[in-house]
């Protein structure tokens, strides 16, 4: 799976478009992802990103790098000794599309602020 583009509010996957925040990993269909804060990534929000068994997480913070990961998520992926990147979106998907095909990697991208 391939992100072709990213802009503020704007994400193509593989040439679809996806106006929402979402979850993707290389052999899955993008997942639309929705959290009851959606400027703070919390532990009960990462359930579907480990369900991929992932070796690499990728988080994307938005466009301006305002959403936060709390520092649970972080220590629960070091115990599954998953590396992770938080980066604004925009190096979000550089780093996705560097690593896809490499490793089981999966991103969790918020696409606006």
Request: aromatic share 6%; with cysteine.
């Amino acid at each position: 799976m391939k992100i072709d583009s990213y802009s503020f509010g704007k994400i193509k996957i593989d040439g679809r478009i996806y106006d929402s925040d979402v979850i993707i990993s290389e052999n899955a269909v993008p997942i639309i992802w929705q959290r009851p804060d959606s400027h703070l990534l919390q532990i009960d929000d990462v359930e579907k990103i480990l369900a991929a068994n992932p070796t690499c997480v990728i988080i994307g913070t938005g466009f301006l790098g305002l959403m936060k990961v709390d520092a649970e998520v972080k220590s629960l992926l070091l115990k599954h000794h998953v590396k992770l990147h938080v980066e604004k979106t925009k190096r979000a998907v550089k780093i996705y599309n560097s690593y896809s095909n490499k490793e089981n990697v999966v991103a969790a991208l918020h696409i606006t602020c």
